[in-house]
């Protein structure tokens, strides 16, 4: 499927853009820089990501405090990734024959409608959590397949990391300061105040989001939708095949681990301000982290650098079997930060130089967004779904522990599957 170069891999990342895209890549494939757009893509992203963990963090704390159980709020994140992942699929006839900026700034738009939501049911949204992650899916959904594809034309193999690891520590900033404003005002006013002070945050900041989006230039993609795509990709393609399996590891941990750990450190000291010091002290780690990673992680490293990112995420996690209180969760955490960046970096850039392997691929990057989308989702629907059936049965610390560390396999998982995939981009350079 994919042309092949002298070794008989697909040579990542190879091809070139065609007349409108041309002048966004030209110059960060020669120099490893990033131009105007890229930054402003940046911001609308770091924009996105910030306004999301500033009541993020504390909707799943507010679903407990009205009903102190698991399973709504499993159900609100299993919800919002299977609508996420429809959403993709759905909308990407929209994003390859249209104006894929319009869905970007859709997706912002539904994220500051689902505020509005929860702002106006108040004390109800424990009734209404299924139905609450179905929008916030869409929202997730119309905005990261826009922005993974345009993310996909302005970078280049040359500049990709670099992109990622600005991505990463200007998203670990926000994701730093954010939770942390968000704790102090909820901890210094009434709860009922302090989170409709934070929800209506968040709303305005996705607001600037769609005006900022308007500086971004309009971009259509060529050639029809292909509907069953992802399902004749991974019949046909083995390098896919590896990926999509990686994706679904990478996602295993993802889907459960992204509203259980915060929750635990609630559940543990009672204080959205501790949550929030949490939060802030983890990022800060990570902004470290992402900045090396971007700035010395070269595309020949990828392969040791996710191994080693995979393998702390998941020793861990043994941390809890020692005991679980606030020491045990902020040692897991600063851990995660420190190491995250490592795994996390090399599986995007990886999959998008997958994307970019010759004219043909990129042509279609729109479904190869999805499909990638798809392998992420895939995970994290089955780790959710793992925890429901677990939970059903026993929510006792021992099981959730047991849990936890089989589910935070999945970076290990991720990076076998990642493996054979590195090991031929390493004999093309």
């Known amino acids: 499927m994919h042309q092949k170069t002298k070794t008989g891999f697909p040579a990542f990342g190879k091809w070139q853009p065609q007349s409108g895209q041309r002048e966004d890549q030209e110059h960060q494939r020669g120099h490893g820089t990033l131009d105007t757009q890229a930054r402003l893509l940046l911001i609308v992203n770091v924009l996105f990501i910030t306004a999301g963990?500033?009541?993020?963090t504390f909707v799943n704390v507010y679903l407990w405090k009205v009903k102190s159980q698991f399973a709504p709020i499993a159900w609100f994140t299993f919800a919002t990734y299977l609508a996420s992942a429809l959403t993709f699929w759905l909308a990407g006839a929209w994003v390859k024959r249209y104006n894929k900026m319009n869905a970007l700034r859709l997706g912002m738009?539904?994220?500051?409608?689902?505020y509005l939501l929860v702002l106006l049911l108040g004390t109800k949204v424990?009734?209404?959590a299924a139905l609450l992650g179905v929008v916030q899916g869409m929202a997730n959904g119309f905005f990261w397949l826009s922005y993974n594809v345009v993310y996909f034309e302005i970078t280049g193999p040359d500049n990709r990391d670099l992109f990622n690891g600005w991505a990463g520590l200007l998203a670990s900033g926000g994701g730093m300061l954010a939770p942390w404003i968000s704790g102090i005002l909820i901890s210094r006013m009434t709860d009922a105040k302090g989170y409709t002070l934070i929800f209506t945050l968040s709303l305005v900041l996705f607001v600037i989001g769609v005006v900022i989006s308007f500086f971004l230039k309009k971009r259509q993609s060529e050639g029809?939708?292909?509907?069953?795509?992802?399902?004749?990709?991974?019949?046909?393609?083995?390098?896919?095949r590896w990926a999509f399996a990686a994706l679904a590891g990478q996602g295993l941990r993802e889907g459960l681990f992204g509203f259980i750990i915060g929750l635990m450190v609630y559940i543990?000291?009672?204080?959205?301000?501790t949550l929030g010091n949490y939060w802030l002290i983890t990022s800060a780690v990570g902004i470290v982290s992402y900045f090396a990673v971007g700035k010395w992680l070269k595309p020949r490293y990828r392969r040791w650098g996710m191994f080693s990112g995979a393998l702390v995420m998941t020793a861990a996690v043994t941390l809890f079997f020692w005991k679980v209180s606030y020491v045990t969760l902020l040692a897991f955490g600063v851990a995660v930060g420190l190491f995250y960046p490592f795994f996390s970096v090399p599986i995007i850039s990886t999959v998008f130089d997958l994307i970019g392997t010759n004219e043909e691929s990129a042509r279609n990057r729109v479904e190869y967004v999805i499909l990638r989308e798809f392998g992420l989702d895939a995970g994290r629907l089955l780790g959710i779904v793992i925890f429901l059936i677990v939970t059903?049965?026993?929510?006792?610390?021992?099981?959730?522990?047991w849990l936890i560390l089989v589910v935070g396999t999945g970076p290990l998982i991720a990076w076998f599957c990642m493996r054979?995939?590195?090991?031929k981009g390493e004999k093309v350079r």
Do not use: C, Q
């Open 53 to 56: 963990a500033l009541s993020g």
């Open 109 to 114: 738009a539904i994220s500051a409608l689902f």
């Open 126 to 128: 424990v009734a209404y």
């Open 224 to 240: 029809d939708y292909h509907w069953t795509f992802a399902v004749r990709s991974l019949r046909r393609d083995a390098d896919w």
């Open 268 to 273: 543990a000291t009672k204080s959205e301000m």
């Open 392 to 401: 059903s049965f026993s929510t006792s610390p021992v099981t959730l522990n």
């Open 420 to 423: 054979p995939l590195f090991l």
